[in-house]
């Protein structure tokens, strides 16, 4: 029998909620990723986790009792692995900070310098992810803060330990190949765009940003045309590039120099900038990170 931890972390916040959908939000991948993964878990274990009942899931007796088990064993080892990273935190002073690929962090250089210098001991180790692997390394304590991009008004499901702030907010963009006759607006509406076709980032690597692009569509109007998907930012603006198709991007993006794409201003969205780091322990070194570079009422 080979389970991993999680697999036994998706089936408990599963059976929390319930509803498929609910937790893949909150574990922040796809829903079929989270279906499939139980689906393994049950072959693995040999037994029902849930009973499906037309679209809901109910767990089963059997179920219930795993979950009461593995929430409880799962609440431990998360304890113990926070207390113990917080040790090894408090010897070493590193602060892994992961920022997601495409986001430009120019605003937060003078703070990083101001920082460094105010707290010479503490090492700042930083990495750049794309969104599923930004998240994955944040929730498995690898990092210990995050920078994000999320549409406005959205936000994935997080625990009562994790702190969320909103850095700064950036007015959305269409990246558009420069021979595209849409590329020559100042200035475009999301109306504008219903017979575009569109390269996204895929469901499974961000799926509130997956959402959020598709509900934006539609209080415009329309169903996006979504004609790729890709795993990153990167590849995303490849196809941009080589004018297969259009994208939706934060108008704080490092990729505005590339000479084949022009980003056009959307006059109804926007993007926020996202600071993720733990209360649950705080380590003096994030709230130290934390007060210099967001100031004292983000702590």
């Known amino acids: 029998m080979n389970i991993s931890l999680g697999a036994i972390r998706y ?4 059976a929390k909620y319930e509803n498929f959908s609910k937790a893949a939000n ?20 040999g037994v029902r986790l849930f009973q499906r009942i037309g679209k809901q899931v109910r767990l089963t007796e059997a179920g219930r009792l795993l979950q009461q088990e593995w929430a409880e064993a ?3 080892f998360d304890q113990s692995l926070a207390a113990a990273r917080a040790m090894q935190l408090e010897q070493d002073n590193v602060l892994s900070l992961g920022v997601l690929e495409g986001v430009d962090i120019s605003a937060f250089v003078p703070r990083m310098q101001a920082f460094q210098s105010e707290h010479p001991n503490v090492i700042l180790r930083l990495e750049r992810c794309g969104m599923h692997r930004l998240w994955q390394e944040f929730d498995a304590g690898g990092l210990d803060m995050i920078v994000t991009s999320e549409a406005s008004g959205t936000a994935p499901v997080t625990p009562p330990s994790v702190a969320r702030y909103v850095a700064g907010t950036n007015r959305g963009m269409i990246a558009i190949n420069v021979s595209d006759p849409m590329a020559r607006h100042a200035t475009v ?28 569509c539609r209080r415009a109007g329309f169903e996006p045309r979504i004609i790729r998907e890709t795993a990153s930012i990167e590849t995303m603006l490849l196809y941009v590039e080589a004018g297969i198709g259009i994208s939706l991007v934060s108008g704080n993006s490092r990729f505005i120099s590339d000479p084949n794409i022009r980003l056009v201003p959307v006059d109804d969205l926007y993007f926020d900038d996202v600071v993720y780091w733990r209360t649950n322990p705080l380590h003096p070194a994030v709230q130290a990170v934390v007060g210099s570079f967001l100031g004292p009422t983000a702590v």
């Open 11 to 14: 089936f408990v916040t599963a």
């Open 26 to 45: 909150e574990l922040y991948t796809a829903q079929p990723n989270l279906s499939k993964r139980i689906a393994e878990l049950e072959r693995a274990t």
């Open 74 to 76: 799962l609440d431990k």
């Open 189 to 216: 509406t999301l109306s504008m765009l219903r017979e575009e076709s569109f390269i996204a980032l895929a469901q499974e690597a961000t799926p509130q940003g997956y959402l959020a692009l598709q509900e934006a």
